[in-house]
């Protein structure tokens, strides 16, 4: 069944204020997460994760910030 959570409603952007701000999505996608980045609500960047990885993105303005 599809979460209901996801993906997380879009954020406000810390650059352009715009509630713009999408998830990055690291990792193998799930057939729900590959149907959200197609719909622009996610961001998916493969499977490369560093330590020190943006989790958010500007649609906007292109910001990229850490939510944690």
């Given at each position: 069944a599809d979460d209901p959570t996801?993906?997380?409603p879009p954020m406000p952007c810390p650059r352009c204020g715009?509630?713009?701000g999408v998830?990055?999505?690291r990792g193998f996608p799930t057939p729900e997460a590959e149907r959200a980045a197609?719909?622009?609500l996610i961001e998916h960047r493969?499977?490369?994760v560093g330590p020190n990885d943006n989790d958010r993105v500007c649609r906007a303005?292109?910001?990229e910030w850490r939510t944690d």
């Open positions: 996801f993906p997380p715009r509630e713009a998830m990055i999505l197609r719909a622009g493969g499977c490369l303005c292109g910001a």
